[in-house]
């Protein structure tokens, strides 16, 4: 009965460790295209006449930051893509399980 409780508790925790990690991503994304606007929006104020808006310095943040962006949505959505969906939850069972093991071993 024990054990059943902490199983459910350590998957509610592991659900809530992942969504957090989601939420933080769209946060993230959130930003990146608020704050981006806002760059687009400066810049064509700033253009002179007959001036093009496609120029390097147009797109450093936008370039950068969406490096850092891509390796945040990797972090939170590959490993469940290259794992499968429950890889994580069951590693944790298995672990539990060996550590119950263990415990009861030594008992």
């Known amino acids: 009965m024990e054990n059943n409780r902490n199983y459910h508790k350590e998957r509610y925790q592991i659900a809530a460790k992942r969504v957090k990690r989601i939420k933080g991503f769209y946060t993230h994304a959130l930003i990146y295209i608020v704050v981006n606007l806002v760059f687009v929006y400066i810049n064509i104020q700033n ?8 120029q390097w ?3 450093i943040t936008f370039s950068f930051w969406g490096i850092g962006l891509l390796s945040h949505a990797g972090s939170v959505f590959l490993p469940s893509l290259i794992f499968g969906k429950n890889w994580e939850e069951k590693k944790v069972k298995e672990f539990m399980d060996k ?5 009861k071993r030594y008992e």
Do not use: V
């Open 99 to 103: 550590d119950i093991q263990e415990t």
């Open 47 to 54: 253009l002179e006449d007959g001036e093009s808006y496609f």
């Open 57 to 59: 310095r147009n797109f």
